[in-house]
């Protein structure tokens, strides 16, 4: 037996609400998913009218009221809107409604429902008029299984829903729809009981079944023939007839929908906020939550003004008055929606920034622990510092051009390449080579690996990204596939805990994840892969077997020079840019050779920071033939970044030119290649003995080699040239050594080489496009 408990009727149009004695679930498909309402409600025509519903085209989303029939006094366009002096009063009668049971209702399912329903009940006017009917979606209808798990949530919440629905229905219908704050707030009380979020999305649900409905029998009236039967009842032809004058109202009310719905997901992303980072009670959230009564006010609100435009197109007959105000209505509800969602996603803007700053904080106080922990291998740490997730693999190896995972690091050393995109060409030639060579030896293959990791400072924009791209593509080892798997709390932990300052580092980790160099770069160059395993101990073994003598300075690196030592040559190195003094230099140096009988070799090194000159300057040193240098730019720079790396590792360990002889060799060779002039270096062989000048006071030296000469038969060349400029030697001097200002490990004080006062120090800008 099925009751009828209320029954307004109008001419023209009839709508019965009824209470049912038996519940029927009825499936609607429309679009691209099955919907699944399980709604409590009256079907007293056919119960399987769904069971035939072919995919649909619905009718176009809105119909002005004022144009469809003669203005009433009861209607709403008549009705005063609250002004701003009645926003208090509003709002505590909206508060005075507001009694939550405590009751937690995931409403995320069903929103996701009504997403589409709206979205495939909002064709152009056009389909509907041309009969469009898209039969694409008809195999998706066997989705019905996988919404199954809808049923439990709705089942609760269906007769919720079906009484909003009446009550749009029957208020919205029957001139009630003049009074919208009125039936907004008869919505408030039926959803006393519940949280706001989950206020808005019944309400909208509520809403989302009556328009599905209209647009179902609306499509198929054509093809259906209980759909024609029931859209003749409801004289919704002649709404099809008019629908291209209700165009402008389709489309205020297809603005205002999806306004409201981003308002309504707005509002569940405040309630899906960790309550672990973000307090409710504190701000920024506690300034949003007051907000959120307002927006969910105003939804609904809108909620009813749909409802009124859907409920007017029952029994339009001939009424139809074309007028804009309907449109101009909705269209202005449409921008104070849109207000308010901006305004929310500004709030939670706020709160997901203090929830990202906390989460930051956190894993950041995380990662400092980390590191102060024993581990049986290092996977913990690298997947802190590179990437936490599981689920995708965060390495590019650049030798297979393929992504790998960090299981690929399991065990082994690794270094940790942080530079910016600024990474030089140098830095990679020379990394490369070494890095081929530990996998050539395959005696004593070396288990370490390298990873870069680009730092950033200001963002990843397109060109970066591009750049990131381009040096990934170069280096023959892993790197990470995206710039995004670096956090920012992990680029924090790099600059402030490992100092990185933009200046390339290479930290050191061993297979158990330990810190065992913040900076190997300095050790690598130095003695390269006899480094390994680049800890703070081998470096201080290395330098325990090192004297200045002329192996150290030029490494094996070039095999030329290391022949020169073995055949025990004497052997002069020299510097600078300026060519004239050069070509006075080498023909002072190859008289003094010529007149004491022996065999000296002269090497142009070039000039410290000034590559484009140096380049220049040794082309015309072999065009000359002044003397033998290099043809790779590259090895000039490795030349000088070795002697610096040399200085800022006794730095490291604490030396000082007062202790420490290679520390002041080297501060005084650099300090000469900062004058205008050149330099010089000579020895013999391998032996320690070394003779070093300005570029001036070597020239001058060789010039007088008549005065030392009988020192230089009686003692050799080296000794006796150092002695001649230890006697010529003047006290006015003028020394600079000039150092990278963004390098770690910049001293405060520097003691000069020359004179052994502190030297005073500048700040120097330079800028040089050579």
Not at 138 to 146: D, I, Q, T, V
Not at 298 to 320: F, K, M, P
Not at 749 to 754: F, G
Request: hydrophobic letters at 45%; charged letters at 20%.
């Amino acid at each position: 037996m099925i009751m009828s408990v209320f029954a307004p009727t109008r001419p023209n149009g009839l709508l019965l609400c009824f209470r049912p004695q038996l519940q029927v679930r009825i499936c609607t498909f429309i679009g691209t998913q099955a919907l699944r309402f399980s709604l409590i409600f009256t079907h007293f025509t056919h119960q399987r009218l769904m069971d035939s519903v072919a995919p649909l085209i619905p009718p176009p989303l809105a119909v002005a009221r004022k144009q469809l029939r003669p203005q009433k006094s009861g209607d709403r366009s008549t009705a005063r809107p609250f002004s701003a002096s009645d926003d208090s009063a509003m709002m505590k009668q909206i508060q005075a409604t507001h009694a939550p049971d405590g009751r937690t209702v995931d409403v995320g399912p069903i929103l996701s429902i009504i997403e589409g329903i709206f979205s495939h009940a909002a064709p152009s006017i056009d389909d509907v008029l041309n009969r469009k009917h898209d039969r694409a979606d008809r195999a998706l209808m066997e989705e019905e299984a996988a919404h199954a798990a809808y049923d439990g949530i709705l089942e609760h919440l269906a007769f919720t829903i079906h009484r909003i629905s009446c009550e749009l229905s029957c208020k919205c219908t029957s001139g009630g729809g003049g009074d919208a704050h009125g039936t907004t707030m008869a919505i408030f009380n039926l959803l006393s009981a519940y949280s706001w979020d989950v206020k808005v999305v019944l309400a909208l649900a509520a809403f989302a079944v009556n328009y599905g409905e209209f647009s179902l029998i609306a499509n198929l009236y054509t093809t259906n023939v209980l759909a024609k039967s029931v859209s003749i009842l409801k004289q919704l032809p002649d709404i099809l007839e008019n629908s291209t004058s209700l165009k402008p109202q389709f489309d205020a009310l297809h603005n205002l929908i999806a306004a409201m719905v981003n308002v309504t997901k707005c509002i569940l992303q405040f309630r899906d906020l960790p309550p672990q980072y973000i307090a409710a009670e504190a701000p920024p959230l506690s300034t949003a939550m007051t907000y959120i009564p307002t927006a969910a006010y105003w939804t609904i609100r809108s909620i009813v003004a749909c409802a009124s435009q859907v409920a007017s197109l029952v029994g339009l007959g001939h009424e139809y008055m074309p007028s804009g105000t309907e449109a101009w209505e909705l269209s202005s509800m449409a921008y104070k929606v849109n207000n308010i969602h901006d305004h929310l996603m500004t709030q939670l803007t706020h709160c997901k920034r203090h929830i990202d700053d906390k989460m930051h904080a956190e894993a950041y106080h995380n990662l400092l622990r980390l590191f102060d922990t024993y581990h049986v291998d290092n996977m913990k740490v690298l997947k802190a510092l590179i990437y936490a997730k599981d689920d995708i693999l965060p390495l590019y190896n650049g030798s297979t051009k393929t992504r790998v995972g960090l299981e690929a690091l399991r065990k082994r050393t690794v270094l940790l390449l942080i530079s910016d995109l600024g990474i030089t060409h140098d830095d990679i030639f020379v990394l490369e080579e070494l890095y081929a060579d530990s996998r050539e030896r395959k005696d004593t293959a070396m288990p370490y690996d390298i990873v870069w990791l680009p730092m950033v400072a200001e963002g990843w924009n397109g060109a970066n990204v591009e750049r990131f791209v381009q040096l990934r593509g170069v280096m023959p080892w892993h790197s990470v596939h995206h710039p995004s798997v670096i956090e920012p709390y992990v680029a924090k932990f790099i600059r402030e805990v490992w100092h990185f300052a933009n200046r390339t580092v290479l930290v050191a980790l061993d297979p158990q994840g330990k810190v065992a160099s913040l900076n190997a770069m300095y050790m690598i160059w130095i003695w390269r892969n006899s480094a390994f395993p680049f800890t703070k101990e081998r470096e201080e073994d290395l330098w325990n077997g090192e004297v200045w003598r002329l192996e150290l300075i030029v490494d094996g690196f070039d095999p030329k020079i290391v022949q020169w030592m073995a055949d025990g040559k004497y052997i002069c190195l020299y510097g600078g840019d300026n060519i004239e003094w050069i070509r006075s230099f080498t023909a002072a140096a190859k008289n003094v050779a010529k007149e004491a009988g022996i065999a000296l070799e002269l090497a142009y090194m070039g000039k410290n920071n000034a590559k484009e000159r140096a380049r220049k300057t040794a082309q015309a040193v072999v065009i000359e033939k002044l003397s033998y240098t290099w043809d790779n730019p590259t090895l000039f720079w490795y030349f000088w970044t070795r002697l610096e790396s040399m200085l800022y590792s006794k730095l490291q360990h604490g030396k000082s030119t007062e202790n420490d002889q290679i520390m002041q060799e080297v501060m005084t060779v650099l300090s000469y290649d900062g004058s205008d002039k050149g330099w010089a270096i000579f020895c013999l062989g391998m032996a320690p003995g070394i003779a070093r000048a300005k570029g001036d006071a070597a020239l001058e030296s060789l010039r007088n080699y008549p005065k030392w000469e009988a020192a230089a038969r009686r003692d050799g060349i080296v000794p006796a040239l150092k002695g001649h400029l230890e006697e010529t030697h003047s006290p006015h001097h003028c020394s600079r050594l000039i150092l990278p200002g963004l390098a770690a490990g910049v001293p405060e004080s520097v003691i000069c080489a020359e004179c052994g006062r502190p030297m005073e120090r500048f700040i120097m800008y330079r800028c040089c496009i050579e």
